[in-house]
């Protein structure tokens, strides 16, 4: 292998060379400029270019070679002396020394002893080289690994990170509700039918990709890419163990030192926080019970104002995708959506005040919500929703975080209990008359942080959409499903993590829903989960 490096380091000289008398002879031969004669110095720049990088290169080259020979002559080196002490200790263990030599040591030690010191010293002595040497190779091979393991190549040279985790959960139910797995709201268990089940599942896991581009316009650009295997099951046998992956978020991003732009399908950035639960991961925990969210095509401005060392002042704005969470009518052609039937975007806008304490960040946010909807046959229902987020240090360990939003029609937000608007009449009847849902709702969490490890967290989430507007205009059976007033939730869990890249969790979770014309029902689950970050 030592005999290659040469000849190919001389092979790229020789090129170099070459290319460099190709170019001093083309510049001598070139006379008065002419058009052959401008293409043809266009050509010699090109190629003086290629020849600096191709310069660059191999300084890279012989920079890299001879630190890899320098590290190769130690290695060498370290291995002769091992060799010269093993050979004293095999002539030492071989050859008895004589009672002259052995009395001018010590004449008070038999000559036993004395090859017995010398022995035991020269393995000492040959102990500690050769561990040293192991630690040299294992610390080498530890730092080949993490370079292989970190380095992700990409086709265009820009760096880049692979993240995620590996999630398994299993859990425990009683009750019945909308999943068996992410529970959202509870239904009632259907006759014949067990009040309590048992399963696992890993297809919370999540893959993603983040890239870092080059900069434009003094702004640094990145891209990232996420996914999960939450988008359904094959209909196969025992396809609920092979989770369909599906996209959650995949956004493009110019930062500069105050200002953002981002555009892809990303989180609501006017609901930003989420209760903390690793059995809730395919859906953010008490999505349909106050907790806003939505993976939205979306593009949007954020700027951030310093306004002292330790307090910022944010505000964001932007256009999303006018989503109202109807379902797809084809599974592989795109239908408008009625927010998208009315020509414009939904709009949306939050201010955000930040400021560090306890070691904490503290911050207050409002944001508001609007997007008109065309249900056809003239039929419009104008969406908005005003909200607030907070995240409060209370004390060192203790932080109170939450939101609170109020709106109508703003299902396509995860509102309402996922309905948008209520229907008078059959649906598909141009003459039946809408009506867009109110409904208020919210959640709050208190996390304490017993240990730099280990954290508890409680969480309480409630969901209302007002049963004054469902009494006396809609039925179930005109609206596709039941009716949810009311969808209340809580949970409690321990998330530990002995390393940066493990966590252990356990949780209880509690649904209470309450139907508008039928009875309320309750749904627990008990969710042990374990996962892997990378």
């Known amino acids: 292998m030592r005999n290659h490096e040469p000849l190919a380091f001389r092979a790229c000289l020789m090129t170099a060379a070459s290319a460099l008398f190709l170019i001093t002879f083309s510049v001598a031969q070139a006379g008065t400029p002419t058009p052959a004669s401008q293409l043809q110095d266009a050509s010699l720049r090109d190629l003086e270019s290629q020849v600096r990088e191709l310069s660059t290169v191999i300084e890279q080259m012989r920079s890299e070679n001879e630190a890899s020979r320098a590290e190769m002559r130690e290695l060498r080196q370290e291995l002769q002396e091992t060799r010269k002490l093993l050979a004293l200790l095999a002539a030492v263990n071989s050859v008895s020394p004589q009672p002259a030599q052995t009395s001018s040591v010590n004449s008070n030690v038999a000559p036993e002893s004395q090859s017995q010191i010398i022995s035991e010293t020269t393995t000492a002595d040959l102990g500690a080289r050769v561990q040293k040497l192991e630690e040299s190779t294992q610390l080498l091979g530890s730092k080949i690994d993490e370079q292989y393991q970190t380095k992700v190549e990409t086709a265009a040279k820009y760096r880049a990170r692979l993240y995620g985790i590996v999630l398994m ?11 068996l797995d992410i529970p959202d709201y509870a239904q009632p268990v259907a006759p014949g039918e067990p ?7 890993l297809r919370q896991s999540e893959i993603g990709l983040e890239l870092f581009g080059p900069t434009v316009a003094d702004a640094k650009s990145s891209a990232s890419v996420q996914f999960d295997f939450g988008g359904g099951f094959p209909a196969t046998n025992n396809g609920v163990n092979f989770g369909i992956a599906r996209m959650q978020t995949a956004s493009l991003r110019l930062d500069w030192a105050d200002t953002s732009i981002v555009a892809g399908q990303d989180s609501l950035f006017i609901s930003p926080l989420s209760p903390t639960s690793f059995a809730s991961l395919a859906t953010p925990a008490f999505a349909y019970a106050g907790n806003l969210w939505g993976w939205t095509p979306q593009l949007r401005v954020e700027h951030r104002f310093n306004l002292s060392d330790q307090q910022t002042l944010t505000f964001q704005g932007g256009v999303l995708d006018n989503l109202d969470w109807e379902p797809p009518y084809n599974s592989f052609y795109r239908s408008a959506q009625a927010g998208e039937n009315s020509g414009q975007p939904a709009y949306a806008l939050r201010s955000a005040w930040t400021r560090t304490l306890s070691g904490h960040p503290l911050t207050l946010a409002a944001a508001g919500y609007y997007g008109r909807q065309n249900w056809s046959w003239g039929r419009f229902v104008d969406a908005w929703a005003g909200m607030s987020d907070w995240q409060i240090p209370i004390l060192r360990r203790l932080i109170l975080s939450g939101e609170f939003y109020r709106g109508r029609g703003v299902g396509g937000l995860g509102a309402g209990i996922g309905r948008a608007v209520l229907f008078g009449g059959t649906p598909y009847n141009s003459a039946t008359s809408i009506h867009g849902l109110d409904s208020a709702g919210g959640w709050a969490q208190l996390k304490f ?13 409630e969901d209302d959409a007002f049963a004054s507007d469902v009494r006396g205009f809609a039925v179930d059976g005109n609206n596709f499903s039941t009716i949810l007033g009311r969808n209340r939730g809580s949970l409690e869990n321990l998330v530990y993590r002995p390393r940066s890249d493990l966590l252990l969790s356990a949780e209880f979770r509690h649904l209470h829903s309450f139907p508008v014309y039928s009875s309320a029902s309750t749904a627990n689950q008990i969710n042990l989960a374990m996962g892997i970050l990378f």
């Open 169 to 179: 959960n299993a859990f425990h139910n009683v009750g019945a509700s909308d999943n």
């Open 195 to 201: 009040q309590a089940s048992l399963g696992a599942t």
């Open 449 to 461: 942080q017993l240990t730099s490890k280990l954290e508890l967290n409680g969480v309480f989430a």
